[in-house]
C-alpha cells in the first residue's frame, strides 16, 4: 500500500503508520525555553564605572567604564542592579 500524503492521510492511515496522540512518544522541546528566566547577553560592557559592597559577605564588587564582563553570574548581577551598561 502507497503511503499516502500526510496532510491527506485518513486517520485510519495515520493509525497503521505508527501510535498517533497519548499513545505517541513524546517529541522533545524543540528549540523552546521552558524556563520563566529571560535569556542573558554572552557579554556586557559597563558604560560606567560599577560598584556595592555586598550585605551578606562584606565583598566590595567592583567594574570599571568600559571592562567587558563575561561572566554569566556577573552579567545577572550587573543587569539585576540595574549597572550602566553601554
Known amino acids: ?3 499516502a500524503n500526510p496532510k ?8 497503521q503508520d505508527g ?19 529571560p535569556l542573558l547577553p554572552t557579554s556586557i560592557t ?7 559592597i555586598d550585605e551578606d559577605t562584606g565583598e566590595h564588587r567592583y567594574w ?3 571592562m567587558e564582563v563575561t ?3 556577573e552579567i ?5 542592579r540595574q549597572a550602566p551598561l553601554e
Open 1 to 3: 500500500m502507497a503511503k
Open 46 to 52: 559597563l558604560s560606567a564605572p560599577h560598584g556595592f
Open 71 to 73: 561572566d554569566p553570574e
Open 19 to 37: 501510535a498517533q496522540g497519548e499513545d505517541a512518544p513524546k517529541q522533545p522541546n524543540k528549540g523552546k525555553v521552558k524556563s520563566d528566566e
Open 8 to 15: 491527506t492521510a485518513s486517520i485510519e492511515d495515520l493509525k
Open 76 to 80: 545577572k548581577l550587573l543587569i539585576d
Open 64 to 66: 570599571h567604564a568600559g
